[in-house]
């Protein structure tokens, strides 16, 4: 793919979205915040997708990697949803909505 | 034509018609007692009919590949299917006084029996499933159950856990993806069979394979991406953590062992393959040490799990690679399959114990095996048995596993591997000891006791894992059946 | 030419409200951004020609996803939960360079790509009419590749089941969400009797357009969604308990048809198989039942887990 046709322009957005969401998946540790990013990586990695899916501009866009965006759109949503009940919880009954950095698991002092 | 392709669609749709009506109808004893007669007979089914028709693939729909999905049914995938209906069978039968429903339903009471029966059947899908594609689907509903059983006690301990587990299972989900995305951009195809048939050395295949691995291994907790799984596997329920240490992490490694035999076997280079036997080693030693720190039996048991998870990983430097089968490459591949299995009922039968002790107890510190042998015979001998199957000793199923591995090691030059496996046993013994000792010591204070009747459940999910051992000609033939070509040849 | 113009300004948009909804200070501006960034994203697929995609992108990924984070940061609000502190500069660097490093290796993989790989368009094309369909988009979802749908809808299911298990143990029985309280004569309950029976025809009609054009039961159940949300945020109603029959046969209506159709195919030629005479009538059906299941499931997952009594 090489040229500056739409699809192609469209795929490197893609490429440039999933870097900027995964610098906000590394730099933060609010879990709202990693959310975000969280979406953001994956409608980039969609606009690659489906942007390599309209290459053939005489062709149209192929309607699978259509239907699979589709699909991956509503099952990143589901993620959403129950980090989001999950985060909310946790600030609940923690107080706070960031994971502590320790080591889990050492703590089983008898 | 109609029944041997009953099999597969049955074993995705029977626990998917369960949630249902757990969902509506809350009846989890009629629901159990219907479910697994029912799955075990589909099993019955998909053996024979793998035996006797060879690997079944078929078009769901329909509609072949490229264009459609396949769902695959050979030995692989059928070792798979079946391992997960005898242990998912036995937790749920042993998980039915500990989640009752009674006049008024629980939060806990409800939840659990439809995420349980889901669980079963995202874990079939990703089994049968021959499309990349499908199985990103499969995998996160994997995933999402998960998610929610590990949570499923509700306190700050178990959502924090479940959200590390989050953090990593969403990172392997979206390298996944990318990986799917851009095959499927490459190829225009995300069939596994038919992506075996074409060339993977352009840039676009070469970056799906890694990311794939990369996500992949997030979701298996291969080190160094375990921290997320003891405190997950832990914190839960124990029928849930049997399930989820049991075979989840097997679901996303069965995935791998799929994509690097049966979709990509060509894109292997050597250091990739080092590198994951490497991280597979490192998980065997650096997780049975933490194992040994432990003072908690859940977190212990956990552990566990990260180290022989590594064990998996040593089949992708012994059996994967060249496109010319080597003479050990059947034995390596099959003992991964072998570790896999025998793990899973191991496990499950020692977190289902564990649970009972604990259960008894009232607590989950050390002192809870006090004197287990004698207040709890059948539960300790379940420990015993199983903690058999985890050190590799004879006759377990764990030691034909890595008796496999062990020969490929030698056979293949690679003696570093066979020295971790075998260090890797006695580490085993090491963490497994303590526990195990002080159930032979007086025990002290008051403790209550389970229904021998739930504690013969563990024990024979254990014998299982010893039977594997016994009789393990018949599974390994099996197993042959539609083995991909870059694990032919045997060890004659 | 001024299409290339407009589809470069477009990229540049995205990725500086990416960047801002990122790097954004504070936490409600970022939601913010990122709900605009959906839109911009939505914009986007419409550029490309995928007008089902961008349908999909508006309602679940930027107006769904965005009205639960806004719900989440005003919970997290309320509940006087502070944001950490940023990391250290050192540390930021690494990071930037591990994430120029990950989009340099997705670009180079994308530059390798042949130019002329047509895909599946052709061979979707060729099979359209025995799929039942005129929308090549919704035959890919529920006829050709109908399985990866049936799973997804039961995804949903065990999403909402993981976020009604969230509930205070004292809270199982209640009623979803919190109650809502709306003043009467307000705006909210104004457009709470207004919008309704538009937003219903407008959500009915994008379910039932689905087959032969672009839309179907996701984006129609999400406008469903939206809907009933509203209502419910007018206090105009409110949610069954989650112990409610009807409740729990709404959620699971939708996939318990689909998967009764997939198994009753293995009957009539294969699992999940539609035969071509049948194929619109049986999918039409599964689309109503599934948008009923996902408009209640969608609204349910926004207004989250039981957080009060029974009563």
């Not at chain 2, 240490?245 to 050597?270: I, N, Q, T």
């Amino acid at each position: 793919m090489t040229g500056l046709d739409t699809a192609t322009l469209f795929a490197w957005c893609g490429a440039g979205l999933i870097g900027i969401g995964l610098y906000g998946f590394l730099a933060n540790r609010h879990m709202l915040r990693r959310l975000v990013a969280f979406n953001v990586v994956g409608s980039g990695i969609f606009l690659v997708f489906g942007a390599s899916g309209a290459r053939r501009a005489d062709l149209g866009p192929d309607p699978v990697p259509q239907a699979l965006i589709i699909t991956g759109i509503v099952v990143a949503l589901a993620t959403t949803a129950l980090l989001v009940a999950l985060v909310i919880r946790y600030a609940d009954l923690a107080g706070r909505a960031t994971l502590p950095e320790d080591e889990p698991g050492d703590d089983g002092k008898e | 034509m109609i029944l041997p392709a009953l099999a597969p669609a049955l074993s995705v749709a029977v626990p998917l018609a369960a949630a249902f009506l757990a969902v509506v109808a809350p009846r989890p004893r009629l629901l159990v007692g219907v479910t697994v007669p029912a799955m075990l007979a589909v099993m019955a089914l998909a053996v024979l009919g793998v035996r006797q028709g060879g690997p079944l693939v078929l078009a769901v729909g329909g509609w072949e590949p490229p264009l459609g999905i396949a769902l695959v049914a050979d030995g692989l995938s059928t070792a798979f299917l079946v391992a997960t209906a005898l242990t998912i069978g036995t937790v749920l039968v042993v998980a039915l006084p500990q989640f009752p429903i009674r006049q008024n339903e629980t939060r806990a009471g409800w939840a659990f029996w439809p995420l349980a029966f889901l669980l079963w059947a995202a874990l079939n899908a990703v089994f049968l499933s021959g499309d990349l594609f499908n199985i990103y689907v499969a995998i996160e509903f994997v995933t999402l159950a998960t998610l929610a059983l590990v949570a499923l006690e509700g306190k700050a301990k178990q959502v924090e856990a479940a959200m590390r587990y989050a953090m990593f299972a969403l990172f392997g989900s979206l390298a996944y993806l990318l990986g799917v995305a851009l095959l499927y951009a490459a190829h225009g195809t995300l069939d596994i069979g038919l992506l075996a048939q074409l060339p993977a050395q352009d840039t676009a295949s070469l970056v799906a394979a890694g990311l794939i691995t990369a996500g992949l291994a997030a979701k298996t907790a291969l080190f160094p991406f375990h921290a997320w799984l003891p405190p997950a596997h832990a914190g839960a329920p124990a029928p849930a953590s049997a399930m989820l240490s049991a075979l989840v992490p097997k679901a996303s490694f069965y995935v791998l062992l799929r994509f690097w035999f049966d979709a990509m076997p060509e894109a292997a280079g050597a250091i990739a393959l080092q590198l994951l036997g490497a991280l597979g080693a490192t998980a065997i030693v650096y997780g049975s040490i933490l194992a040994v720190r432990q003072n908690r039996l859940k977190q212990l048991v956990a552990y566990s799990t990260v180290a022989q998870i590594g064990y998996l990983f040593l089949v992708f430097p012994l059996a994967g690679g060249s496109a010319e089968p080597q003479p050990w490459t059947a034995g390596a591949w099959t003992g991964s399959v072998f570790h896999a299995v025998s793990h899973a009922f191991a496990k499950a039968a020692m977190f289902l114990a564990v649970g009972h002790a604990v259960l008894a107890a009232g607590h989950d510190r050390m002192s809870a095996m006090d004197g287990l042998t004698r207040r709890m015979p059948m539960t300790a001998f379940a420990l015993g048995v199983s903690a058999v199957t985890l050190m590799g000793l004879p006759p377990s199923g764990g030691f034909t596993a890595k008796f496999l591995l062990l020969t490929a090691a030698f056979a293949s030059g690679q003696v570093l591997w066979a020295a971790i496996i075998v260090l890797g046993g006695v580490l085993a013994a090491a963490y497994l000891f303590r526990p195990l000792a002080r159930a032979f010591l007086p025990d002290r204070g008051r403790y209550g006791t389970v229904p021998r009747a739930q504690q013969a459940l563990p024990l024979a999910l254990a014998m299982l894992s010893v039977v594997l051992g016994i009789v393990s000609a018949a599974p390994y033939d099996f197993l042959q059946t539609g083995r991909p070509a870059a694990a032919e040849e045997g060890l004659e | 030419m001024t299409g290339a113009i407009f589809d470069i300004v477009l990229c540049l948009l995205i990725l500086a409200v990416a960047l801002a909804a990122i790097l954004g200070r504070d936490l409600f501006g970022s939601v913010v951004f990122f709900i605009v960034y959906g839109l911009l994203v939505a914009l986007a697929w419409t550029r490309l020609g995928a007008v089902d995609v961008a349908l999909a992108e508006a309602a679940i990924g930027a107006g769904l996803t965005g009205v639960l984070l806004v719900g989440a940061v005003a919970r997290l609000r309320r509940g006087g939960v502070v944001e950490p502190t940023p990391p250290r500069p050192l540390a930021r660097g690494a990071q930037m360079g591990i994430c120029v490093l990950a989009a340099g290796l997705v670009g180079a993989a994308i530059a390798g790509l042949d130019p002329d790989a047509a895909g599946l368009t052709a061979t979707v094309a060729q099979n359209l009419e025995a799929s039942g369909v005129g929308n090549p988009v919704t035959a890919v979802l529920l006829n050709f590749r109908g399985y990866d749908t049936l799973l997804e809808t039961v995804v949903l299911l065990v999403v909402l089941i993981g976020v009604w298990s969230l509930a205070e143990d004292r809270y199982w029985g209640g009623r979803p969400g919190l109650r809502q309280h709306a003043k009467p004569g307000g705006v909210l309950a104004t457009y709470g009797r207004f919008l309704p029976p538009l937003g219903l025809l407008a959500g009915v009609y994008v379910v039932w357009a689905g087959t032969d054009q672009p839309g179907g039961a996701f984006q129609g159940g999400t406008i469903l969604a939206a809907v009933w949300l509203l209502v419910a945020m007018a206090g105009l109603v409110d949610a069954p308990p989650v112990t409610a029959r009807r409740l729990r046969l709404t959620i699971v209506a939708g996939p318990a048809l689909f998967l009764a159709v997939a198994v009753a195919g293995i009957f009539m030629g294969g699992f999940l198989h539609l035969p071509p005479e049948h194929a619109k009538q049986l999918i039409q059906t599964i689309e109503a039942g599934l948008a009923l299941s996902i408009a209640a499931t969608l609204a349910l997952l926004v207004a989250g887990p039981p957080q009060r009594g029974a009563r």
